[in-house]
T-cell receptor, first 115, second 125 residues
Framework: AQKVTQAQTEISVVEKEDVTLDCVYETRDTTYYLFWYKQPPSGELVFLIRRNSFDEQNEISGRYSWNFQKSTSSFNFTITASQVVDSAVYFCALIWMDSSYKLIFGSGTRLLVRP | DAGVIQSPRHEVTEMGQEVTLRCKPISGHNSLFWYRQTMMRGLELLIYFNNNVPIDDSGMPEDRFSAKMPNASFSTLKIQPSEPRDSAVYFC???????????????????????FGQGTRLTVV
């Protein structure tokens, strides 16, 4: 079965702390895409990153970084020097190739960054 | 491009009434998704269209829900009759699948990310 698990329901940190959001996925397929989306309090879903299953290179974008490890089926997201504006719900998502491109989401992790 | 446009942003209706949610995908995108978000169930995929054709509607809760995509620039999600348990935020998303489904090269071709509309908050009283 295809599944995305975000075990952390809610995380609270103080501004400037680093924080890692975990994502574990399950798929029988060798070809798939992984995504992270951010949902701020305003409610829209904002795309952050896409990674295909052939590309295990970690990625850094400003204060954001992503660690993709196929060996552990994980695609973790780290925010360095967190800011109050990072407060949001973050979703990890998966598309696998024999699905008709269904994009399925984890349950989300609510991040609260306190000043 | 203005992004994915959903209307209305908010809808309050009485139980038993028909509700129609509308979505305009990003021009040029060939895939369209309808999702429902609730506190209890999170983000659930209801139905997925590719090139205006419904490919997978296994997430549609029951016969009261129906979705159409008469052309590449418009889709509707209809609930008839509505019930209080349908109260949720409904998102529409679109993406571009290129090249055809089933292919990803090591260079990362294939499906693009899905862009979401701002959602329709439905309250059925």
């Amino acid at each position: 079965a295809q599944k995305v698990t975000q075990a952390q329901t809610e995380i609270s940190v103080v501004e400037k702390e680093d924080v890692t959001l975990d994502c574990v996925y399950e798929t029988r397929d060798t070809t798939y895409y992984l995504f992270w989306y951010k949902q701020p309090p305003s409610g829209e879903l904002v795309f952050l990153i896409r990674r295909n299953s052939f590309d295990e290179q970690n990625e850094i974008s400003g204060r954001y970084s992503w660690n993709f490890q196929k060996s552990t089926s994980s695609f973790n997201f780290t925010i360095t020097a967190s800011q109050v504006v990072d407060s949001a719900v973050y979703f990890c998502a998966l598309i696998w190739m024999d699905s008709s491109y269904k994009l399925i989401f984890g349950s989300g992790t609510r991040l609260l960054v306190r000043p | 491009d203005a992004g994915v446009i959903q209307s209305p942003r908010h809808e309050v209706t009485e139980m038993g009434q028909e509700v129609t949610l509308r979505c305009k995908p990003i021009s040029g995108h060939n895939s369209l998704f309808w999702y429902r978000q609730t506190m209890m169930r999170g983000l659930e995929l209801l139905i997925y269209f590719n090139n205006n054709v419904p490919i997978d509607d296994s997430g549609m809760p029951e016969d009261r829900f129906s979705a159409k995509m008469p052309n590449a620039s418009f889709s509707t999600l209809k609930i008839q009759p509505s019930e209080p348990r349908d109260s949720a935020v409904y998102f529409c998303a679109s993406s571009l699948e290129e090249p055809p489904s089933g292919y990803i090269s090591k260079q990362g071709q294939g499906n693009t990310e899905a862009f979401f509309g701002q959602g329709t908050r439905l309250t059925v009283v």
